[in-house]
């Protein structure tokens, strides 16, 4: 019960610390989260290692959502 109940907790804080996020910080996330779990996918299925793969793809979706954010600008 007290496993459960710290689980949810956690989880709560964690949705709460993203509610103010900037337009860039939420791609950033999101493209982070996409690539980690695109790169895990790919490091499963062809053998390798699946954290490493998670790790870079990570790193590299995250870079990719900052960079590709417009800012709130519009053109």
């Known amino acids: 019960m007290v496993k459960k109940l710290a689980v949810i907790l956690v ?4 949705l709460a610390g ?3 996020l900037s337009h860039r910080e939420q791609r ?3 493209g982070g989260a996409i690539g980690a779990a695109g ?4 490091g499963a299925l062809t053998g390798g290692s ?3 793969g998670g790790v870079i793809g990570g790193a590299a979706g995250a870079a990719v959502g900052a960079l ?3 800012n709130g600008k519009r053109r």
């Open 50 to 52: 699946a954290v490493m």
């Open 18 to 20: 993203c509610s103010n």
């Open 11 to 14: 989880g709560g804080l964690v």
């Open 68 to 70: 590709t954010s417009d």
């Open 28 to 30: 950033t996330l999101s």
């Open 39 to 42: 790169g895990a996918a790919v």
